[in-house]
């Protein structure tokens, strides 16, 4: 009866997943190296989705199976002054769209808010299902 709302929560939880991903995309859009400090540009990540619940697969929702990283290459600009800038003065900068990633966004956004609405009309369902019971 109660697994509406776990579908719900599992839905909620794996679109902040995204909304996470997402702005540490937006954050790192600039960002020319890694954690080493050597000249590797960020590398766009994205969040893929299977059915079911990470516990238990055959059980209704929907969870995070992993996040990917974005195998195309790195977007070269002619900056000579840059101090990543190579011998020919081109900078290797991250794989984002920032325009790209603002919609994405908008659309992990509206997910958030569909599963919270599915979940205040079962609840609803469940107090009027309750109310002709009593």
């Known amino acids: ?3 509406i709302l776990d579908m719900g929560a599992s839905g909620l939880q ?3 997943t995204r909304l ?3 702005a540490g995309n937006i954050l790192h859009a600039n960002t020319t190296r890694n954690e080493k400090g050597e000249k590797v ?3 766009r990540r994205f969040v893929v ?3 079911g619940r990470a516990d238990d697969a055959s059980k209704p929702g929907v ?3 992993q996040i990917g990283m974005d195998d195309s290459p790195p977007l070269k600009k002619f900056e ?3 101090p990543d800038a190579d011998a020919d003065g081109y900078v290797k900068f991250p794989n984002i769209d920032t325009a790209i990633e ?3 966004s908008i659309e992990a956004t509206r997910a958030y808010e569909a599963n919270i609405t599915m979940m205040e009309v079962s609840k609803s369902m469940f107090n009027s299902s309750l109310r002709l019971i009593a």
């Open 1 to 3: 009866m109660f697994d």
């Open 14 to 16: 794996a679109q902040r």
């Open 20 to 22: 996470d991903t997402i």
């Open 41 to 43: 540009p960020y590398r």
């Open 49 to 51: 989705f299977s059915p």
């Open 63 to 65: 969870h995070v199976s």
């Open 80 to 82: 000579p002054g840059h």
């Open 102 to 104: 603002y919609v994405n």
